[in-house]
């Protein structure tokens, strides 16, 4: 998750139970700004740079996958979509 607003709290909070709950190992990682506040209210609710829970949102954010092909063929980030 990238950021900490109104419903990030409750919304990371609930997936991480949940990823939990069903015996999975993804982990649930939010990305802010390092010493904004929202870096302390994540740190306080259990998120942590040890545990690879909290980090800079560079540092979080998951790659693209580079097969995913859309419905009019092109495949993301190998080529561009066709001009209609």
């Known amino acids: 998750m990238i950021g900490w607003g109104s419903q990030a709290p409750a919304q990371a909070q609930n997936l991480a139970d949940t990823l939990k709950e ?9 990305g802010l700004r390092e010493g904004s506040a929202s870096w302390a209210a994540a740190k306080q609710v259990g998120f942590d740079e040890g545990k690879g829970t909290l980090g800079k949102q560079d540092d979080v954010r998951a790659p693209l996958p580079c097969a995913c092909t ?13 001009t209609r």
């Open 22 to 30: 069903i015996g999975s190992d993804i982990p649930v990682a939010i």
């Open 70 to 82: 859309c419905a009019c063929g092109h495949t993301r980030r190998t080529n561009p979509p066709p």
